[in-house]
């Protein structure tokens, strides 16, 4: 054959089919020679035609799958064991252990999907980060939030298809930030799932209590606090007409609190990543590590996205508004507050982890069994750490601090 058919990089496919990976038409892959093939597993991988593997972080551990439905193009993402990529478009995202997503998806980065989390087909996704179980149906927008809830692949949290989490406003902000569930209580794996009906969205940034079911149709534009709920929205208002300047910022302390609530969860959840998760990434190995990287990676990509959007916001504030002043004062203070030291992790709780790493026992079952006491333990400490933050929110914008609790 002509050298010019051939694809890029026919020495990484050779390398790749003598490690074990099976491609039915390797010449329709295309591998950037960016690629280090020694970060692709040769257990298990399956690599279908017009599959296009890029980035110089990329890793493939096993039993990974892509393109099963449609050509996929990956992009430094790390894909842990088991992950089943169907046809679509990921870049600067990590997939744990059993995720997956279905033909047409986009990934975009600071995407991280946890264990056994995942879609059907046509969803899109950026700065979101999935927790174990959570299931998005077909047709979905899902960007800049965080969902939890569920304990197994048969009680897990879900979006129906067509949902949208609405995420970017008229007036060209994005500190739209939405929590459904909580990061103290998710990452233990034992609250009830959440459910938000398909053909429906939420205005960004709200906070969705555990259990909470939110019929089809809906648009949530307020908190829902209590826990086991039903919600249905009505229909809309008639339709009204006033003036907009497209930069309305009457709530803006409550806007505040939302973004300054999501960014301690975050410092939350990186804490539980390096004190607890990681010795079950490097009882996988050396791919098993960089993965556990690229899951913190995505967590650290959340916060500057987080702080980015809220140091732009505060430069849009009108200095002859007292709240408005007040934030754009303090708004470089408060970023400063995120990401630092936390409150050290119960030795129990770390040294039963590594143990129970140690003997094999996968992540997702070794949280399941962590006695009553651990869990707890646990919850409190991850629960301190963001009231840890708020308590130095609060020495700066006491009115923010106020908010943090309040439904809207």
């Known amino acids: 054959m002509d050298d010019a058919l051939l694809p890029r990089n026919t020495a990484a496919l050779r390398a790749l089919l003598d490690k ?9 892959v295309e591998i950037g020679d960016e690629v280090d093939v020694e970060h692709v597993s040769g257990d298990g991988v399956v690599i279908h035609p017009g599959t296009r593997i890029r980035g110089a972080s990329t890793v ?3 039993g990974c799958e892509l393109g099963r439905e449609g050509p996929v193009t990956i992009e430094d993402c790390r894909l842990g064991r088991g992950v089943a990529l169907k046809g679509g478009y990921a870049a600067r995202a990590t997939f744990l252990d059993g995720a997956n997503l279905g033909l047409g998806h986009h990934v975009r980065e600071g995407c991280l999907l946890e264990e056994e989390s995942g879609g059907a087909h046509c969803v899109g996704l950026k700065q979101t980060i999935l927790m174990p179980f959570v299931t998005l149906g077909s047709l979905i927008n899902f960007c800049d939030c965080l969902m939890a809830g569920g304990t197994s692949r048969t009680e897990h949290s879900e979006v129906g298809s067509s949902y949208i989490h609405f995420n970017f406003t008229p007036g060209g902000d994005k500190t739209t930030p939405s929590l459904f569930g909580d990061v103290p209580r998710g990452v233990l794996l034992r609250e009830p799932p959440i459910f938000l009906g398909g053909q429906g ?3 960004g940034p709200v906070r969705t209590a555990y259990g909470a079911v939110v019929a089809a149709g809906s648009v949530l534009r307020s908190d829902i606090r209590e826990e086991r709920s039903l919600t249905i929205v009505g229909p809309p208002p008639a339709m009204t007409q006033r003036d907009f300047t497209g930069r309305e910022y009457r709530g803006i302390n409550r806007l505040v609190a939302k973004n300054l609530d999501y960014l301690a969860s975050l410092d939350a959840l990186e804490a539980w990543y390096a004190e607890v998760r990681l010795p079950f990434f490097a009882a996988q190995g050396a791919l098993g590590v960089l ?3 690229g899951a913190r990676e995505a967590i650290a990509a959340g916060r500057r996205e987080r702080i980015t959007r809220l140091l ?3 430069g849009r504030m009108d200095p002859g508004q007292a709240p408005q002043a007040a934030f754009a004062a303090h708004a470089q203070a408060l970023t400063e507050i995120f990401g630092g030291s936390y409150a050290a992790v119960p030795e129990s709780l770390s040294t ?6 140690a003997a094999g026992a996968p992540y997702v079952e070794a949280i399941r069994a962590l006695p009553d006491d651990l869990v707890n333990a646990g919850q409190h400490w991850l629960a301190g750490i963001i009231e ?6 609060e020495a700066l914008l006491p009115g923010v601090a106020r908010l943090r ?3 809207g």
């Open 20 to 28: 074990g990976v099976t491609m039915p038409v390797p010449l329709t």
């Open 291 to 293: 993965v556990g990287e």
């Open 201 to 203: 969205g939420a205005v």
């Open 388 to 393: 840890d933050r708020w308590a130095d929110v």
């Open 60 to 62: 493939i551990s096993a």
């Open 352 to 357: 039963h982890a590594a143990a129970t790493a």
């Open 405 to 407: 609790h309040r439904e």
């Open 312 to 314: 732009a916001l505060a």
